[in-house]
């Protein structure tokens, strides 16, 4: 595991005047890469490529870090990135980092916007392209202030693949060695529910942890006349499916908010017969590390009872995904001092802990950081929008309200 270095403590030579110069700076070359930036991340949403096959949009990226004159290392297997952002004179300091995932879903796009997705299924459901252009953003303007001297510690900006996939390409990216000498990383991830213009900010655990489980049922099969002769596979999956997800509320202390919720079934094809095999699929949050450590044996325990009772055979894979993205105090507040240098204070809300998973919480298992919602809501639009559906639409003017956030902490003393 790549060690990180402590965290350099807050200088107070900076003066209010140079503070506000700082951001003004941000505000000025942030300014005209937006334009580019909307065109960028419409590209990447019409060319949208599923977790580990991202060949087209590692591409994509590179060749615009390469055109700002920064040195881009993709990974062997061409799929994600790290690029450093070093002026001269802070090559012994720490880096911040900002990550950005850069997969889409297998969703198919209902919206019917210019820049849809052309990719039949797949489309970027959960924002990851706007993302890539806030991270990209933030490292173009951050590139142009450190040929200006304007920037005085070095960037890191990681372009991590496989978000959706469980237990995520950050723990690649981690083995890699993209956190070594990291002391801080920042992150953000669309919000549907907050208006574009808003960053929504919590300090402590902000997603849950989620795994995936894998159910299969075998038994002889037989006819519904006599299911006294055979094991009734049927009976016992719809046992396994209801109570399940019941016991675990008597198992696990429910203040941890575990849930199971079943997403896939299947068994049989006849109305007469009771088949051979079955199946089950769904995943399990909880906003609890504790609970999500205990969660695989009390899962195994429960099935085997009863699988047992109805003699069936089965087998379960039980995938731990990531555990919760637990958001660090001090990063928290860089955030919210960059939010509100760049935005204006009334731009930071507080937002609540969500039972989604993301696999930030791999790289936050490491080095302190903290993600922040990012709003994407066009302001009075009362559509009901939400990630992972083909009706998820981003406003565009986020990515501007990003990158400003992103390009600023960077700037801002560091809290120590």
């Not at 990851?128 to 510690?153: C, I, K």
């Not at 960059?338 to 696999?359: I, M, Y």
């Amino acid at each position: 595991m790549d060690q990180a270095h402590q965290a350099p403590v807050a200088s107070d030579s900076a003066s209010a005047s140079d503070q506000h110069a700082h951001v003004s700076d941000v505000l000025d070359v942030v300014g005209h890469l937006v334009p580019e930036l909307v065109l960028f991340r419409r590209d990447l949403h019409a060319n949208p490529e599923l977790s580990r096959a991202e060949f087209r949009t590692t591409a994509a990226i590179a060749a615009r870090l390469e055109r700002a004159g920064l040195a881009p290392r993709v990974r062997g297997v061409g799929t994600g990135l790290v690029c450093d952002i070093v002026p001269a004179g802070s090559e012994k300091l720490p880096f911040l980092a900002f990550r950005a995932d850069i997969d889409a879903l297998p969703v198919e796009e209902a919206n019917e916007l210019d820049f849809r997705s052309r990719v039949p299924g797949v489309m970027h459901a959960c924002g990851h392209d706007v993302h890539t252009a806030v991270v990209l953003g933030a490292g173009l303007a951050l590139a142009e202030l450190a040929r200006a001297g304007r920037l005085t510690r070095p960037v890191r900006l990681v372009f991590q693949p496989a978000e959706e996939v469980m237990p995520g390409g950050a723990l690649d990216m981690v083995a890699e060695g993209a956190l070594y000498g990291v002391s801080k990383i920042l992150s953000i991830h669309c919000d549907p529910k907050l208006d574009a213009g808003q960053v929504g900010l919590r300090t402590g655990p902000l997603t849950a942890a989620c795994d995936m489980v894998s159910l299969t049922l075998d038994g002889p099969g037989g006819h519904t006349s006599r299911p006294h002769l055979t094991a009734d596979l049927v009976y016992a999956l719809a046992s396994i499916v209801a109570e399940v997800p019941a016991a675990l509320s008597r198992r696990i202390d429910p203040r941890a908010g575990l849930s199971l919720v079943w997403g896939q079934i299947a068994a049989g094809s006849a109305p007469n017969a009771i088949p051979g095999h079955g199946s089950a699929k769904g995943t399990i949050r909880t906003l609890d590390q504790d609970a999500w450590n205990q969660a695989p044996d009390v899962v195994h325990e429960l099935i085997d009872a009863i699988a047992a009772k109805f003699g069936v055979k089965h087998t379960l894979d039980y995938v731990q995904g990531v555990p919760p993205v637990v958001n660090e105090a001090e990063s928290v507040a860089l955030l919210r001092t960059a939010a509100s240098r760049a935005l204006g204070g009334e731009a930071v809300v507080s937002t609540p802990q969500s039972l989604g998973g993301e696999d930030f919480a791999w790289y936050l298992q490491r080095v302190p950081g903290a993600m922040a919602r990012l709003g994407v809501r066009t302001p009075g639009d009362k559509a009901v929008r939400d990630l992972h559906q083909g009706t998820f639409v981003a406003d565009e003017g986020a990515i501007a309200v990003g990158v400003r956030m992103l390009a600023t902490a960077a700037l801002c003393d560091w809290i120590s």
